[in-house]
C-alpha cells in the first residue's frame, strides 16, 4: 500500500498543520510503502521571494525529519526534483472541466484573501492530482480542508480511465483525523499562517510563553466562578498534548470554578513545550549536520524519479505520446 502526502513549504510548522499533516504521516510510515515530499511547486503560487522558498523547504524537510519522519521507512524528497510531475498534470489538464476548478474553495478563498487571480494557483489541484497520480497513492493522508482537492483526483483519474483504459491510475482514499481535523488557532478560528493566529511547533520558549499567554481568547468569567468548557481554546489545545486523565483535570477545574485562565494557560504551555521536547532534541542534532538532510533529499529524489518515470511511460503509452 502506497501512502503519500505533500506539505507545502510556506511558513512555519504550526501544530495545525503538525496534527493535520505531519503526525498522521509518521504514524503512518510503518503500515506502507511512504512518499513524502515537499511541495515547492505549489508553494510558489502563493511566495514572493526565491530565498524565501529555499529556505522555506529546507526548513521544512529539517523539521519533518525532527517530528520522526524515519528516512529508513519512508522516501522523502522536494516536489520539484521530479519535474516529470508537470507532464502528468500536462496530461490530466487535457480531461479537466474549468467548472470543477471553479468550484474548488481554496482557489476562492485565496482569490477573496487578495492573491492574484493566476492560471498556477487555479490550477492547482491538477497538479496536486498529479503529485498523487504519478506515484500510485492508495492512501493520502491530509487535513479536511484538501478533501476536495481529492475529491477532483480522484474524477480525474476517473476521467482518465475511462477515456484511456480502465486501470491506468488507483483512485486515492484521502484519509482524514476527525478528532483533530481542525486544529483551532489562539483566536478560536481555524490556526493558519494567513490568520496569523498559529502556534509554531519549533520556536523560542519564551516567545512561544508570551503566545500562549497574550493571544489566546478566553472570556471574563471571574476566577472563582466556573467557567465554559464548550469552544474553550485552551482546553481544544490541551485536548492534543495531555493525557486523558490529565485532561479531564481540567476540565473538572473548569467546572468546579477556583482556578483562572491564567493557571490553565501555564499548565497547558508546560504539557506543549514538553509533547515536542524530543522533536526539539533531533532538530538540534539535524541542525548541526546538515549534511545529512542533503543526503536524505537526494536519495529521496532519486528513488521518486524512478517511481515517476515508470509511471509516466506508462501514462505516455495509453495517452498516444511518443512511439513505443
Ligand atoms: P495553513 O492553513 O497554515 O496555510 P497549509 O494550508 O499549508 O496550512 O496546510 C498544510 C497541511 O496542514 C494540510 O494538510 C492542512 O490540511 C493541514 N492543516 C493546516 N491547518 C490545519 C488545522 N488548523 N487543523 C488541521 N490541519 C491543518
Ligand atoms: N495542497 C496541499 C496543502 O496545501 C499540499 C499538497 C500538494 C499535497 N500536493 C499534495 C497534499 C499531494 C497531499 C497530496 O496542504
Redesign the pocket.
Known amino acids: 500500500m502506497r501512502i503519500l502526502?505533500g506539505?507545502?513549504p510556506?511558513?512555519q510548522l504550526?501544530i495545525?498543520?503538525y496534527?493535520?499533516?505531519v503526525e498522521p504521516a509518521v504514524r503512518l510510515q510503518r503500515e506502507g510503502d511512504a512518499f513524502y515530499f515537499i511541495a515547492d511547486y505549489h508553494a510558489m503560487t502563493t511566495m514572493e521571494s526565491p530565498e524565501r522558498l529555499r529556505e522555506n523547504t529546507r526548513r521544512l524537510a529539517v523539521d519533518f525529519i525532527a517530528c520522526g519522519l524515519d528516512p529508513e521507512k519512508a522516501v522523502l524528497f522536494v516536489q520539484s526534483a521530479v519535474p516529470e510531475v508537470n507532464e502528468l498534470a500536462w496530461i490530466l489538464g487535457t480531461v479537466c472541466p474549468m467548472g470543477l476548478l471553479e468550484r474548488c474553495h481554496s482557489y476562492k478563498d485565496k482569490i477573496a484573501k487578495g492573491f492574484s487571480a493566476e492560471h498556477a494557483l487555479f490550477a492547482y489541484p491538477v497538479l496536486m492530482a498529479a503529485d498523487i497520480l504519478l506515484y500510485d497513492a492508495d492512501m493520502v493522508p491530509?487535513?479536511?480542508?484538501?478533501k476536495q482537492h481529492l475529491e477532483v483526483t480522484r474524477i480525474l483519474a476517473g476521467k482518465m480511465n475511462g477515456r484511456f483504459g480502465e486501470g491506468l491510475f488507483k483512485l486515492p482514499e484521502p484519509i482524514i483525523a476527525e478528532q483533530?481535523?481542525?486544529?483551532?488557532?489562539l483566536d478560536g478560528q481555524?490556526?493558519?499562517?494567513?490568520y496569523g493566529n498559529?502556534l509554531p511547533v519549533f520556536g523560542e520558549e519564551k516567545q512561544l510563553q508570551k503566545l500562549i499567554n497574550r493571544n489566546i481568547v478566553t472570556d471574563c468569567t471571574p476566577l472563582e466562578a466556573p467557567k465554559p468548557v464548550e469552544g474553550s481554546v485552551i482546553l481544544q489545545l490541551y485536548r492534543l498534548f495531555a493525557s486523558s486523565v490529565d485532561y479531564e483535570k481540567m476540565v473538572d477545574a473548569y467546572e468546579r470554578g477556583g482556578v483562572g485562565y491564567g493557571t490553565f494557560k501555564k499548565t497547558l504551555f508546560e504539557a506543549y513545550w514538553e509533547y515536542f521536547r524530543p522533536a526539539r532534541a533531533r532538530r538540534s542534532e539535524l541542525l548541526a549536520e546538515p549534511g545529512y538532510v542533503d543526503a536524505v533529499l537526494e536519495k529521496g529524489a532519486r528513488k521518486a524519479r524512478e517511481e515517476a518515470a515508470g509511471t509516466l511511460a506508462r501514462v505516455r503509452r495509453a495517452v498516444g505520446l511518443g512511439w513505443s
Open positions: 502526502t506539505l507545502q510556506s511558513g504550526h495545525g498543520n496534527f493535520g499533516a491530509v487535513g479536511k480542508d484538501q483533530t481535523a481542525i486544529v483551532p488557532g481555524k490556526m493558519s499562517k494567513s498559529t
